[in-house]
């Protein structure tokens, strides 16, 4: 109830801020995204291209909370966005509740261009990224490679100060995974009690061993650049930067959690049918997701995208085929479902 109560407050702000000064031609489709840099390289290459080729104009708002911004929307019965792209649990959010227009696959990707992960009943995939273990290279003991998330908990064969994200999501999946949890059988084992006291008691492990817990993606950064910790979490775009500055920095795939930016289109817009053009237009061309994968590290699931990429580059990105195979999707209706609950019980283990 608390979680829905935050809601409906976000989303009374969220829709007086969306309906002001929107009211859009009838060939401009609106889309709600996340602004800044990112919305800049997606107007380079989804939005002026697709104006160029359809005649329809794309007015990319910079947003947040976009959940509660779509909830608003249905209970006014006003909807302003025409679509967006949304972070897994907003997502499944808006998913689980009917917000969200089906696609026809069939006709939005006649070609098979777009793989079955990346094809859902009312969204698709146009981007991703990873939480992975980084390491300092130089400093892992002589003729040893960290190989995955049973070694990071390994303190004595790798010894070194760790730090992990202050997240109830992934650290509960990695620690199942230290444990010999099978990537397949993750969510099966976290549904149950018995799984999620199991992650728990394998974080009592290495909680002394933590000597941070971050909260935002540039400390990991600046933690192993010091020197402050050997092993940590990370989202991969950022490590390899900082290898490529520098510092013996290198990403271990085995693990990671790759989490999908999904685009949909809002129940309600009246640009429909555009919406769908958009998606299909930005997902099932290889070409214009390498582009984009090229400019940001955070590539899609277009079959074909590494044809068009540097292959050492596409070696440091996460749906790489050497890379996607070693990890596992993150499971937002699972985490829609259950983060409130596990979220306070995480809060009140770091505590003790």
Known sequence: ???????????????????????MA??????????????????????DPFTAETGVKVDGLATSDRASAIKAM??????????????????????????????????????????????????????????????????QPDGQSMTGW????????????????NSVIENLEFAL?????????????????????????????????????????AQPVQMLSDGEVVYTTAWNGRITKLASDGTPAAIVWAGGALKPTYVVVIKGSKMVEAGKKYISFMVTDPKRAAKFASILPYPGMTKGLYDHIDPEVGKSMPTHPDNMSQQFVVNAKFWEQNVDALRERWEEWLLE
């Open 150 to 165: 049973a070694d990071f908990w390994n303190v004595e064969k790798f010894p070194g100060g760790r730090a992990l994200q």
């Open 177 to 217: 995974l230290a444990d010999g949890v099978a990537r397949d059988d993750l969510y099966k084992v976290l549904a149950t009690p018995e799984g999620q006291d199991r992650a728990f008691a394998k974080l009592d492990e290495i909680k002394p061993h933590v000597v941070a817990w971050w909260t935002a993606g």
């Open 26 to 47: 009838e060939d401009t489709l609106v889309w709600a995204g996340s602004g800044g840099g990112l919305a800049e390289v997606w107007k380079e290459v989804f939005d």
């Open 74 to 139: 249905m209970v006014a019965g006003r909807v302003t966005w025409d679509a967006a792209e949304l972070p897994p649990v907003d997502y499944a959010i808006a998913s689980a509740n009917g917000w969200l227009e089906p696609l026809d696959w069939d006709k939005m990707d006649p070609n098979n261009m777009v793989p079955e992960a990346g094809r859902l009943p009312d969204a698709g995939i146009a981007a991703t990224y990873s939480t992975i273990i980084a390491v300092r290279t130089d400093k």
């Open 1 to 23: 109830m608390k979680r829905f109560a935050k809601l409906l407050a976000a989303a009374s702000v969220a829709v007086a801020g969306v309906g002001a000064g929107t009211a």
